[in-house]
């Protein structure tokens, strides 16, 4: 009997759970509209919940997002109960490859976007680093090329960089990025956004920091 009833209280208890996780996921994307970061109805945002993978939809604002509209993944791709996913939803699933990774992040924001559109770009190290906070929690932004949105090829263009970072950007389109959990991988998406926009007001007058002055940080911050 006590098993039992210990048993029933822990299925109550991780329902519980999985229905504040479900309102922190809600409340992020509505901040992740809410900062501008995703134009229209653009972008999307998922999590890892117990076996399967919840997604915002494919259509739907993600300022306008209610629990009812997510979209809940098996692992195998394969759609459980109703609902469309968003159209990357290949993109996250590939993250997901990573134990470590339990929420992930793809915004269209401004300034990453025209950095990820800029005609001279170098694909290891998408902008100058100016800050130690972004030296330490980003560094060298790398990009994958462009491939149309929502594509296996885009899809699978992140999986060797996604295997051992958490962010990068897609050419002429946006921002990924991944984290252990929804504030680690939406505090990379502003960080990446902040250094994007220094990156423009500065103008090319900026002082990035130098390799040693990065080096230096490594272990300290
Ligand atoms: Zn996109």
Request: charged share 20%.
């Amino acid at each position: 009997m006590e098993i039992a009833r210990r048993q029933l209280t822990g299925v109550k208890e991780s329902k519980m759970e999985a229905s504040k996780t479900l309102s922190d996921f809600i409340a992020l994307c509505h901040k992740i509209y809410a900062h501008d970061f995703v134009p229209g109805s653009g972008g999307n945002a998922s999590i890892r919940l117990g076996d399967r993978i919840v997604i915002t939809p494919s259509g739907i604002s993600l300022g306008k997002l209610e629990e009812t509209d997510l979209v809940s993944i098996a692992m195998d791709g394969s759609v459980i109960g109703k609902g469309k996913p968003s159209k990357e939803w290949r993109m996250h699933m590939n993250c997901y490859e990573r134990a470590d990774v339990n929420a992930v992040i793809h915004v269209h924001s401004p300034y990453a976007v025209a950095i990820a559109c800029l005609k001279e770009l170098d694909t290891t190290c998408a902008m100058p680093v100016y800050t130690p906070g972004y030296s330490v929690r980003v560094g060298a932004l790398p990009v994958v090329p462009y491939y149309r949105a929502g594509s296996t090829e885009l899809a699978d263009s992140i999986i060797a960089i996604m295997a051992h970072r958490n962010s990068l950007l897609l050419e002429n389109h946006g921002l990924l990025t991944v984290g252990v959990t929804m504030d680690q991988a939406f505090n990379l998406v502003e960080e990446v956004e902040e250094n994007a926009h220094l990156h423009f007001t500065l103008g090319g007058a900026g002082k990035p920091l130098t390799r040693e002055q990065q080096e230096d940080l490594t272990g300290k911050y």
